[in-house]
């Protein structure tokens, strides 16, 4: 995961939209947090469009994702 962070958000910058291996699809943040999983965020009381680049918050819900999905859910995996 360390490695999928570091290729998703360019060498690990919270502030990254659409990192450089990935589709024009609102990904946001270290794991590059697709907007589709914005309900995650929702159902802790945060803002996706805000809150994904808050660094502990979108890895939680990175960890969600990956509990779920593995690492196909990224492309840099």
């Known amino acids: ?3 999928v ?3 998703e ?3 690990f910058r919270p502030d990254v939209v659409y990192g450089p ?3 024009r699809t609102n990904d946001r943040g270290l794991m590059q947090v697709n907007a589709v999983h914005a309900g995650k965020f929702a159902e802790r009381g945060w803002d996706y ?3 994904a680049y ?6 939680t819900v990175a960890r969600e994702i ?3 999905q ?4 990224w492309s840099c995996a």
């Open 9 to 11: 958000s360019q060498h």
């Open 5 to 7: 962070a570091g290729c």
């Open 70 to 73: 593995g690492l196909r859910a």
């Open 54 to 59: 808050d660094p502990m918050k979108n890895l």
């Open 66 to 68: 990956y509990d779920t």
């Open 49 to 51: 469009w805000t809150d």
């Open 21 to 23: 291996y990935v589709s």
């Open 1 to 3: 995961m360390v490695r």
